[in-house]
Nanobody
């Protein structure tokens, strides 16, 4: 079974860059038709799709976050990463990675990692 695990700092200062890594086991991020996403949920709000990277390495982003987001991958480690620049307290959220064979929004979810943006 595919498992995903997020890792990264729990606290980031405003204006800095948030960097998170998702480590995938039980499946390869280069397997044909795979979709690998980052999603977040701010306190008291709904889920927000940030962006994703497909099995072929192509990346896609939410228009609202595209200017500050960068998603990449390390195929040798079977990991993909999110970098979110110029963070503000509004970027405080639980960040999830997920992966699946059909679209950006379904499949296997990581447990989530809480990130707080505060000085």
């Amino acid at each position: 079974q595919v498992q995903l695990q997020e890792s990264g700092p729990g606290l980031v200062k405003p204006s800095q860059t948030l960097s998170l890594t998702c480590t995938v086991s039980g499946g390869s991020i280069t397997t044909s038709s795979g979709y690998w996403s980052w999603i977040r949920q701010p306190p008291g709000k709904g889920l927000e799709w940030i962006g994703g990277i497909r099995y072929d390495g192509n990346t896609y982003y939410s228009p609202s976050l595209k200017s500050r987001s960068a998603i990449s991958r390390d195929t040798t480690r079977n990991q993909f990463t999110l970098q979110l620049s110029s963070v503000t307290p509004e970027d405080t959220a639980v960040y999830y990675c997920l992966g699946g064979p059909s679209d950006w929004f379904s499949g296997y979810w990581g447990q989530g990692t809480s990130v707080t943006v505060s000085s």
